[in-house]
């Protein structure tokens, strides 16, 4: 098997090394909040790599914190893996669902003088903990006889010690370099009812204690994880070494390997961050268009094969770094380039008025759906007396080399005629009213019969025929660009863009009034669009924009 990146180099090396006969991967959620775009990430990492080596990967939440989770996170995670086109078949697990076995490891531990209850309070643990030049200070508990400790733990257990009144740490050694490995917290207080496990226990195992277990119970080869865990690594491998081999357990260990994580511009990427965003009624909710959640890029317009294809191309590497969101909006547009069927939407219209052209009279033209791929077949497109186009396709007083409409100008009008503005009326406010042109009966094609240059082509549609159709535009919702650059005394709210949303009451070709949710179209020199899942109604369709074209307008008329 030929390994692309260095996650799978390890893999190779231990399948050759016959460390693991097969490939064991999970994705380990918290459920405090939906996923986001880095999940995305961690999901085809963890479930593409098992793929790849014909192995299976695990869904588990990693429900060790009762105060913060919820049962509707756990749906939207479940919900959101499947979407991107992956599949945990049975085996969907919890992290309490080990709670039994974690707290029988734990007495274990006790008793070999691996562990025990620690009284110090908050400031006193950090005081004693040191710092990273020097070393720490024991806990007057540290030396009490193992039987005491596992006579406290019990009292833990049974509710009878109160939250903060004591805890159990591992006995490593408080002088060790690593500041995680400095007598760590396995078990805490927290007379708090859990969304799974009810009131059963008081008692709560830390992550850095609750994973591993779960990972080596589950037979899991790789425990793939992000970078910041890599001074817990030998915490992890601390767990397993000396609660293992046990007969309960699966002969060989996990092995832990880190990759960095996604940072995107203009992206803050961070479940507490992104639920505050959502608290604060800064957005519609976890599934707005504008958050970097899976179920917002959803509901934008993203597909799931887009998401996998940007995860395939930023890679795994073992540094942090920030990516550039062009990266992923590349990734939707060439897919879209290549199968969304266009159409012509006037976002902000104003009214032509064909003077030359017989009242009442109305062409048909037959119209490609897509240039990029003919099979996508035809539609028919109406032409009348009067039309819409865009509002800034047409300026009185023109700059040089500005190629769209104004008085005397000629220009294209998309699989149309030619037509020349005569003549602006105005209203009493001095705003445009309607624009009289006439066209060129022989224009029709693109080309005319003396070869004269039309540089301009602007989308359009017939009046008679249009139908209202509402369009929302989107900023980036984080203005700034790298967003672990927040200055001094800001915070990251100081940075949401409140203007971010802009809705427009927009002229749409006839067909768009059959949109369903998830349609996807190019709406021609505008960008890529997708029928809003939530707020469209049958005949009056929202559309969120995806993305802009690339190349705004220039390259568009080129290709016409
Ligand atoms: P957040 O605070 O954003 O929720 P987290 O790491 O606390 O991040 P978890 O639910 O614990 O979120 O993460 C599940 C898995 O997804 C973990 O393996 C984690 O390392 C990975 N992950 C989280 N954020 C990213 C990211 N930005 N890029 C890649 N993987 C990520
Ligand atoms: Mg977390």
């Given at each position: ?265 203009y992206t803050v990427?961070?479940?507490?961050l992104l639920?505050e965003l959502v608290e604060n009624n800064q957005v519609l909710g976890?599934?707005d268009p504008r958050m970097p959640?899976?179920?917002g ?175 929302r535009l989107f900023e980036h919702l984080f203005t700034l660009e790298?967003p672990?650059?927040i200055?001094?005394?800001k915070s990251y709210m100081d940075y949401v863009d409140k203007n971010s949303l802009v809705v427009k ?40 924009r ?15």
């Amino acid at each position: 098997m030929e390994a692309s990146n260095f996650i799978q180099d390890f893999i190779v090396e231990d399948l050759e090394n016959k460390r693991y006969s097969g490939v064991h991967t999970r994705f380990p959620p918290e459920p405090n909040g939906y996923l986001h775009i880095g999940h995305a990430k961690s999901i085809c990492i963890n479930f593409g790599t098992a793929l790849k080596f014909n192995g299976i990967c695990n869904l588990r939440f990693d429900d060790t914190n009762p105060a913060k989770e919820d049962v509707e996170y756990v749906d939207s995670i479940k919900e959101d893996v499947k979407w991107l086109g992956f599949d945990w078949e049975e085996r969907e697990f919890f992290a309490s669902d080990y709670y039994d076995l974690c707290y029988e490891f734990a007495e274990q531990l006790i008793l070999a003088g691996k562990a025990y209850v620690c009284h110090l309070k908050g400031d006193e643990v950090s005081e004693h903990r040191g710092t990273l030049t020097s070393p720490g200070k024991n806990s007057p508990w540290r030396d009490r006889p193992p039987q005491e400790s596992l006579e406290l733990f019990r009292k833990m257990r049974n509710g009878e010690i109160e939250e903060g009144e004591a805890f159990l740490r591992a006995k490593i050694s408080m002088a060790n370099p690593n500041m995680n490995m400095r007598d760590p917290a396995i078990y805490r207080i927290k007379k708090t009812s859990h969304h799974r496990t009810g009131n059963k226990w008081v008692i709560y195992p830390m992550y850095d204690y609750a994973h591993p277990i779960g990972d080596w119970v589950e037979g899991i080869t790789h425990s793939i994880c992000t970078l910041e865990f890599e001074a817990h690594r030998p915490l992890y491998e601390w767990v397993l070494n000396e609660i293992g081999p046990n007969p309960k357990m699966p002969a060989r260990l996990p092995r832990q390997i880190e990759f960095a994580r996604l940072n995107l511009t203009y992206t803050v990427m961070s479940k507490r961050l992104l639920r505050e965003l959502v608290e604060n009624n800064q957005v519609l909710g976890w599934d707005d268009p504008r958050m970097p959640t899976i179920s917002g890029l959803r509901r934008r317009g993203y597909t799931p094969s887009s998401l996998r294809e940007f995860a395939e191309r930023i890679g795994v590497a073992k540094t942090d770094s920030i990516v550039d969101i062009q990266l992923l909006y590349f990734c939707i547009r060439e897919e879209l380039n290549k199968n969304a069927q266009r159409a012509m939407v006037v976002l902000d219209p104003v009214k032509v008025v064909i003077t030359n052209w017989e009242e009442g009279k109305e062409d048909v033209f037959e119209v490609l759906n897509n240039p990029e791929n003919p099979e996508q077949g035809s539609r028919k497109l109406s032409f009348g007396k009067e039309l819409y186009i865009e509002r800034d396709d047409f300026m009185e007083n023109p700059p040089k080399k500005y190629f769209r409409l104004f008085p005397g100008a000629e220009v294209r009008l998309k699989d149309a005629y030619y037509i020349t503005c005569k003549e602006v009326i105005k209203k009493e406010n001095g705003d445009i009213a309607e624009l009289r042109c006439v066209y060129d009966p022989k224009s029709r094609g693109g080309e005319t019969p003396d070869m004269r240059k039309v540089k301009g082509t602007l989308h359009w549609v017939c009046s008679n025929a249009a139908v209202d159709v509402e369009v929302r535009l989107f900023e980036h919702l984080f203005t700034l660009e790298n967003p672990a650059a927040i200055p001094e005394g800001k915070s990251y709210m100081d940075y949401v863009d409140k203007n971010s949303l802009v809705v427009k009451q927009a002229k749409a070709e006839p067909m768009l009034a059959n949109a369903k949710p998830y349609d996807r179209f190019q709406f021609l020199r505008q960008g890529y669009f997708c029928a809003d899942a939530k707020d469209s109604a049958p005949q009056k369709p929202v559309f969120n924009r995806i993305v802009g074209l690339k190349d705004s307008w220039g390259k568009i008329s080129s290709q016409t």
